[in-house]
Each structure stands twice: as C-alpha cells, then as structure tokens.
C-alpha cells in the first residue's frame, strides 16, 4: 500500500520588524494629517442642502473663484454658485448676496464680475454686496462676520468645498448653512482634482481657527447688509 504523499509546510514569511514599524508609522501619519478633513466633514453634518431644499435667510453669501479668460465673465464654477445664489434670490430663500473674493486676483476682479453677473440673472443690484477682500474662505467668514454684522446667511460654493467653508463659518461664530452650488462644467477629473486639494486645505483651515487668525485685511464695520436688507 502507497501512503500518500505529503506537501511540504511553506514557511510563512514575516515582514522584517522595521518594514512592520514603517507600515504601522505610516497608518498613524495617515490617520493625523485625516484628523482636519474629518472635522470640517463632521462638523458641517445637518447644515449641507441641496439648492432645492435650502432653507431661508436674509443673506446668502457666495465664495468667489476663477473667472473666464476674458476677466470679464465667471468661470464655469465661478457661475454655477452664482446661478445658485440668484435661484435661492429668486425662491425667496434669500433676500441680500454677499459676494466675497479677491478684488485683485490674478484672473481678474472676482467681486465686480459677479456683482454684474448676478444683475444679468436678474437679481437687484441694491441686493448685492460686494467684499472685494474675502481672500480666502476663512476670510470671507470672518469679515462677513466683522465687517458686515452677518449673524445668520445661507452659503453657497461646489459640493466639494462646502463642509469646510460651513465649519469655518460655524466656528467663526455664523450660523450658517451649506448650500450645494451648480457645477455644469465640472467633470470627473476635476472634481477630483478639487476633493483632493480641499482634503488638503482643510490642514490650514483647522490651524487658522485654533490660533484665531484675524482676515488678511482689517476694515471698519460696513453697513451695507442692513441697508440692502431695508431696502
């Protein structure tokens, strides 16, 4: 009688104790520089809408970016949160809009061509308040706060930004809420290209609101919300 044969034991192989250390150190480095995106994702959980179901407020506040070639026209993101905006102007769930960029950007005056854009859609321009130093998202929450007396506004920017712009408002002390802008423009690599950047961003966005950084630009308090807002 033939006994069977027998496979030998492959010898299970071990990652050397340094290659396990670096994998472990590299899982932990991961999960730390993850800590700020994770906030500024939670943080903005119960605030993020949809242009359809957005709530009310007086003011809705739309974060400048990239204009059209022409310095004359909004990109396509730029007039996707525009056309937002007028639409939320439109259906009564907003009634002034702070438009807040770079007055001096290197594509061009973010605030003006919106401001002209936003007339094109109908909006009234006596319902349109430009703040030509919000130079960045902190900033433009901060100086809505500080030089508008904004207390309360709906805000609008692409889907990919708008859980750290939210939170950044929220912990400058707004109560705000997210509106998701249009992006007809945006195609798959983009939006990518923007998620990833965003992941990024939201490392400063976490180390501006522990020191309490005060916007690029100081200005005295501007009255023009309320009086837009009366009007």
């Known amino acids: ?46 605030h993020l809408y949809d242009e359809a179901d957005a709530p009310a407020a007086d003011v809705v506040i739309v974060l400048g970016t990239e204009v059209a070639a022409d310095r004359q026209r909004p990109g396509d993101r730029l007039a996707g949160r525009l056309d937002t905006a007028a639409e939320l ?53 901060a100086r809505a706060r500080d030089v508008y007396g904004v207390e309360r506004a709906l805000i609008v920017t692409q889907s990919y930004h708008l859980s750290r712009a939210v939170t950044l408002c929220r912990q400058l002390g707004l109560d705000v809420d997210g509106v998701a802008a249009r992006c007809d423009g945006c195609g798959p690599a983009l939006l990518a290209e923007k998620s990833i950047r965003d992941y990024f961003a939201s490392g400063k966005a976490a180390w501006d609101t522990v020191r309490g950084r005060p916007p690029a630009v100081r200005s005295p308090a501007d009255p023009a919300i309320q009086e837009a807002l009366r009007g």
């Open 1 to 46: 009688m033939t006994e069977p044969e027998v496979s030998p034991i492959t010898p299970v192989r071990r990652w050397p104790r340094r290659l396990r250390l670096l994998a472990v150190a590299g899982i932990v480095a991961l999960l730390l520089a993850s800590l700020p995106w994770l906030w500024t994702t939670l943080a903005a959980r119960g």
């Open 89 to 141: 102007v439109a259906r009564g769930r907003a009634t002034v809009v702070l438009v807040s960029g770079d007055g001096g950007g290197a594509s061009g005056d973010e605030p003006t061509v919106m401001t002209t854009y936003l007339a094109e859609r109908g909006v009234d321009r006596r319902r349109v308040v430009a703040d030509p130093f919000g130079l960045d998202t902190y900033d433009s929450c």
